[in-house]
């Protein structure tokens, strides 16, 4: 008698094999093997642009030119499109959403495959179903309300009820948390803990690393475009990890190095912004603070807080739909536009990258040098080789990785597109840089590149404001913290100062 080796006892639910992707000249994937069992989490990671997203695609029936097999039940099968992908059991919640805006969230969620009742669709029975799913992930979200209308934490929350309502057993999450804050985050666990416990095999993209070491039971590694292995969780801790990841020892800490802060370069005296016009709230209110050259300054806050629509305000998304007093360099701020933001020496990363920051259809080049074309022009002329130059030498400070610096931003991988949008406001050479989660999506060696990258521009008298989601990033990279709740200033700190607990407290209102 034979021994069998333990893994053969389990058969997977999905084989991928030999599984290899080229775009034009590019060779993206090569060789890729995976398994995905039910009842786990798979972690997939990766730095920036390996071909996670990619690879999941193909077994999603996105890309179908492909090489190599995929098994669903020992049985080989090939998905030509999304629908036949979900027909064999396979759901995916794409990092971009895929959801419709002009439609109802109902609609959405049985887009493709809507419930009928004697052969016409049943609306009724679809907006009933549809409430039990949201319900049964705790959310509060209308059903008829279109989905363009919904935050993006909705929508990616929507996603999820999409995937449940078509009974999937394996489900692929691209990055599902880069919106949701800490309660909506728990939600989703709470959910994939109840959908492994049903059988299901979950795959989970993400770069953090907090979250692989709380929910991965198995992680698998691709490293530009190969498969570097798979291992059970407990045996890949971070530094071997990230090991794999990049090839190298990266160190996975913060390196920020405080200089001694210039002088002042904003203050803010009771700065109000009314965001939905002056006839409402203002959704930032009589806020006073003021940052130095060569300074980070934290901005924390929970979702509402008001944080983001404090640098929309300073910049003048809102038109001049703001009140109090704004100096920078001891000059008052005139606050009319976003040109006129720029002109003055603001950037702005804001934090939807997809609608606010970048032109998906253009070229990096073009992404790149957008705010600054009157200085990368003469008398009004484009002089394309400087432009060409600008992009270059962003790309390199930032460690693009894209084919050429012609391609289209929106075939970029999510953190390469990340860096894109930085590299716009860097180009700029602001005086005032506002960056609101800069390290969205961005992989643990690039982040610490970025990290970098923020000293050595507030050692050269940079000042910096950030908001960022993830309390470690903000707490060390911060010089000072505001925090804001509800619009208002509960909370200022040193550094020293600053923990967890009392950030979070100020964060609710309880300071
Ligand atoms: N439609 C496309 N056309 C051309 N190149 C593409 C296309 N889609 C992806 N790529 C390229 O394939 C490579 C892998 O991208 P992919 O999105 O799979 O990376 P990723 O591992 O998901 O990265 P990230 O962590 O940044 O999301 C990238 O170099 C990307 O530019
Ligand atoms: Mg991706």
Redesign the pocket.
């Known amino acids: 008698m034979t021994l069998l080796a333990a893994d053969s006892l389990r058969s997977p639910l999905v084989r991928l094999r030999g599984i290899g992707k080229r ?2 000249p ?1 060779q ?1 994937l090569r060789g890729v093997d995976l398994d995905i069992f039910g009842g786990e989490v798979l972690v997939l990671a ?10 999941i ?1 193909i077994l999603g029936g996105v890309h179908t030119d492909f090489d190599g097999t995929i098994e669903i039940d020992g049985q080989v099968v090939r998905p030509r499109s999304p629908l036949e992908a979900a027909a064999l059991g396979v759901a995916i919640i794409f ?1 971009e959403l895929s959801l419709v805006p002009t439609l109802t969230v109902a609609d959405n969620i049985f887009l493709g495959r809507p419930l009928t009742r004697r052969g016409f669709v049943d609306d009724a029975g679809q907006r009933a179903a549809a409430r039990r799913l949201l319900d049964q992930l705790g959310l509060d979200i209308d059903v008829d309300q279109r989905v363009e209308d919904l935050s993006i934490a909705q929508q990616q929350l929507t996603e999820v009820a999409k995937a449940l309502a078509r009974d999937a057993r394996v489900i692929v999450m ?2 599902p948390t880069s919106a949701l804050n800490a309660p909506e985050v728990e939600k989703l666990f709470g959910l994939i803990a109840d959908l492994k416990a049903r059988g299901c095999g979950i795959v989970y ?1 993400t ?1 953090k690393m907090e979250e692989i070491e709380r929910i991965a039971d198995r992680i698998a590694v ?1 490293r530009d ?1 190969e498969h570097v292995g798979a291992a059970p969780a407990a045996e890949l801790p971070p530094a071997k990890l990230v090991n794999w990841m990049v090839g190298r020892e990266v160190e996975h800490q913060f390196p920020r190095h405080a200089g001694q802060p210039g002088a002042e370069r904003l203050r803010l005296d009771g700065f109000s912004v009314w965001r939905n016009g002056r006839g409402n709230r203002p959704t930032v209110e009589g806020v006073s603070f003021s940052v130095h050259a060569g300074e980070i300054l934290g901005v924390g806050g929970l979702q509402g807080s008001g944080a983001s629509d404090l640098f929309g305000g300073l910049f003048g998304a809102y038109g001049a739909q703001v009140g109090g007093q704004a100096w920078l360099d001891s000059r008052p701020l005139a606050i009319a536009s976003p040109r006129r933001a720029i002109d003055q020496g603001l950037a702005w990363l804001t934090n939807d990258r997809k609608a606010t920051g970048l032109v998906l259809p253009l070229s990096i080049i073009a992404n790149a040098t957008l705010a600054d074309l009157p200085r990368l022009s003469t008398a009004g002329w484009r002089r394309p080789p400087l432009e060409i130059a600008a992009a270059r030498e962003q790309g390199a400070t930032l460690a693009l ?3 050429s610096l012609d ?1 289209e931003v929106g ?6 597109q990340q860096k894109v949008a930085l590299a716009k406001w860097l180009q700029t050479r602001p005086r005032l840089l506002l960056l609101d989660e800069p390290t969205r ?1 961005i ?1 643990i060696g690039a982040k610490r590149e970025i990290y970098q990258l923020m000293n050595d521009l507030t050692a050269r008298g940079l000042a910096i404001l950030l908001i960022t989601s993830e309390l470690p990033e903000l707490l060390a990279l911060s010089d000072r913290l505001v925090v804001l709740h509800r619009g208002r200033l509960t909370a200022e700190f040193s550094r020293a100062e600053a923990t967890p607990e009392k950030v979070l407290a100020a964060a609710m209102g309880r300071a």
Do not use: P, Y
């Open positions: 775009f034009g590019v993206v990766g730095e920036n642009g390996a071909g996670k997203s990619t690879l695609k990092q691209d990055e993209i770069h691709l475009g990785r894209a084919a391609m075939l970029l991988s999510g953190g390469n999506g992989d």
